[in-house]
């Protein structure tokens, strides 16, 4: 690892676990962190949950594991570049897709309405408030506390947004909502990385599937500017390759384009600690004109990749997977697994949200034909 510049997040300087631990002997905290994350189940179940494609389209496409390892990648060299703590902002990127549902955005936005409709006073559902949930609670690995007992700037990072109605019930890790300051640099870049990786291996997956072409492309401006480089400097090179040269290029140009702005932010606030850059404002972001070009990426990528209507067709079967299985486990608990059953309607909301969140995309679809088709194995 890279010096450490002033204003990173040190380990020995960490605001320590939920649940006091002796410190790790061959490792420093924010590594102990990574580790408990990769070893964790909700981690591996990412394998089998969707970016955009559902699972068992395709052996190629993303999913939420191989995006959180780009994701992750991405982040570091940032970090390197910028003097930061690589090994927690590698933990936040690994962690940031763990409370994610099966099915994407699409299943997420679905178990939202399901909690509001069903159990209004609950809190309703969002991926990153569960992400912290997975972390502090849910998995079950040690025999002293639940959840993977993660150092505060770890789970700092993991909880992007909230509102400030959960922000008050969170404590420590809630306050920056109250206080409008901001979280670490290390969570602030991978929360970039997050948005650099995704939407360039987007890109990719949309063209190998054949919803986008490459004529389409054209009307992207950070596409199209890189696209042409390529094929000056290759002109009979093959479309496939064409395309790999083409977002690596953009992937760097994106990167270089952070790690330069940022470094003029940061030398222009001045921070002279981890603390005093959390109330500097936010401090890693793209330039202007890249900032647009990313921008209008986005937008197109909505509109003609995640509005594509081969893509909403899955998406409004995922919607209805998600939507029948709280339906039937809300109006009757006894078909749950014993360890989702509670008591109190809206506990049991959450513990219902909880185990579907966990589901990976085949899970939930043969558990689905478990609860609705006749003749199925129980």
């Known amino acids: 690892m890279t010096e450490l510049a002033a204003y990173a997040c040190r380990p020995g300087q960490s605001r320590g676990r939920r649940h006091p631990e002796p410190a790790p002997g061959n490792r420093n905290a924010f590594q102990r962190d990574r580790d408990r994350i990769i070893h964790a189940g909700a981690f591996r179940r990412l394998e089998y949950k969707t970016q955009v494609f559902i699972n068992h389209e395709g052996d190629l496409f993303r999913t939420r594991l191989t995006h959180s390892l780009e994701v992750a990648q991405i982040a570091r060299v940032l970090a390197r570049s910028l003097g930061l703590n690589e090994d927690l902002t590698e933990a936040i990127a690994l962690a940031h897709d763990l409370g994610h549902t099966p099915f994407g955005h699409a299943g997420q936005d679905e178990l939202n309405a399901c909690m509001r409709e069903f159990a209004p006073d609950a809190g309703g559902f969002e991926h990153n408030l569960q992400s912290l949930r997975v972390v502090d609670e849910l998995e079950e690995r040690y025999a002293l506390f639940n959840g993977l007992n993660l150092c505060f700037e770890t789970r700092e990072g993991i909880l992007k947004h909230c509102s400030l109605a959960h922000a008050k019930l969170l404590g420590e890790v809630g306050e920056r909502f109250i206080a409008r300051t901001q979280p670490s640099l290390e969570a602030q870049l991978a929360n970039l990385a997050d948005e650099i990786a995704y939407n360039n291996h987007d890109i990719d997956d949309g063209l190998r599937s054949g919803l986008l072409t490459v004529e389409q492309m054209q009307a992207v401006p950070i596409f199209a500017r890189h696209y042409a480089e390529v094929l000056q ?13 083409t977002i690596r290029r953009m992937i760097n140009t994106l990167i270089t384009d952070v790690t330069v702005t940022t470094a003029a932010l940061l030398a222009r606030a001045a921070p002279v600690d981890a603390d005093a850059a959390r109330r500097s404002g936010p401090l890693v972001a793209f330039s202007g004109a890249i900032r647009q070009e990313a921008d209008d990426l986005k937008k197109f990528l909505f509109e003609n990749l995640y ?13 209805r997977i998600v939507r029948e299985l709280f339906s039937a486990f809300i109006h009757e608990p006894r078909l749950l697994p014993p360890d989702y059953r509670r008591g109190d309607d809206q506990v049991q909301a959450r513990a219902i949200a909880d185990y579907i969140a966990g589901m990976t995309d085949r899970y939930a679809i043969r558990e689905h034909h ?9």
Do not use: C, Y
């Open 233 to 245: 400097a290759w002109p009979d090179i093959a479309q496939r390759r064409a395309v790999s040269e």
């Open 370 to 378: 478990r609860l609705f088709q006749m003749g199925d194995h129980l």
């Open 307 to 319: 509005r594509h209507f081969k893509v909403m067709r899955m998406t409004n079967k995922a919607r």
